[in-house]
């Protein structure tokens, strides 16, 4: 079976965006749910909060930052098996 790096790099990216997108929205309006863990994510993420508009930064953020963690993971995975 051929592992393809880019669609696992779109998966991954995709999930985590969507992920911190929908926690970020039900802690706007839950006030507070996973504030812990969100403020976290706010001291990696430049420009990132707790709002409407902070999940569509997170979502970005999110996509990115797991598109390349899981390209050059799935990059150096490949590279190892041949």
């Known amino acids: 079976m051929k592992y393809s ?9 995709i999930v985590w965006g969507l992920c911190l997108f929908a926690t970020t929205l039900v802690s706007v309006y839950t006030n507070g749910f996973a504030k ?5 994510v706010g001291s ?8 409407v508009v902070g999940s ?3 979502l970005i953020y ?3 930052d797991v598109f390349i963690g899981v390209y050059l993971f799935t ?8």
């Open 44 to 51: 990696i993420y430049p420009g990132y909060s707790i709002s």
């Open 75 to 82: 990059w150096v995975y490949k590279a190892l098996g041949k």
């Open 62 to 64: 999110g996509f990115f």
């Open 5 to 13: 790096t880019k669609r696992f790099a779109l998966a991954g990216g």
């Open 36 to 40: 812990a863990f969100l403020d976290g």
């Open 56 to 58: 569509v930064v997170g």
